[in-house]
């Protein structure tokens, strides 16, 4: 699971650096996915947003046991 993560945070990665922004993947606990936004998106009052909207979104569109994400 943890690898079909990291491919789908591939295809959120350049949206988030074309904003001076990127996601590292922390930990999977139990379906939820704890990543870290850091650069420009660390420190975003959008970052939130972004995190459920579109990173949320995609990771469950793309790894169906996927159940929230969460910034840590």
């Given at each position: 699971?943890?690898?079909?993560?990291?491919?789908?945070?591939?295809?959120?990665?350049?949206?988030l650096?074309?904003?001076?922004?990127?996601?590292?993947l922390?930990?999977?606990?139990?379906?939820?996915?704890?990543?870290?936004?850091?650069?420009a998106?660390?420190?975003?009052?959008?970052s939130?947003?972004?995190?459920?909207?579109?990173?949320e979104?995609?990771?469950?569109?793309?790894?169906?046991?996927?159940?929230?994400?969460?910034a840590?």
């Open positions: 699971m943890r690898e079909d993560i990291e491919k789908a945070l591939q295809k959120i990665r350049p949206a650096q074309a904003d001076g922004g990127d996601i590292e922390v930990d999977v606990v139990d379906g939820v996915v704890k990543v870290r936004l850091t650069g998106c660390g420190g975003c009052p959008m939130q947003m972004t995190l459920k909207q579109g990173v979104r995609v990771l469950k569109e793309e790894v169906p046991e996927v159940k929230g994400v969460e840590v």
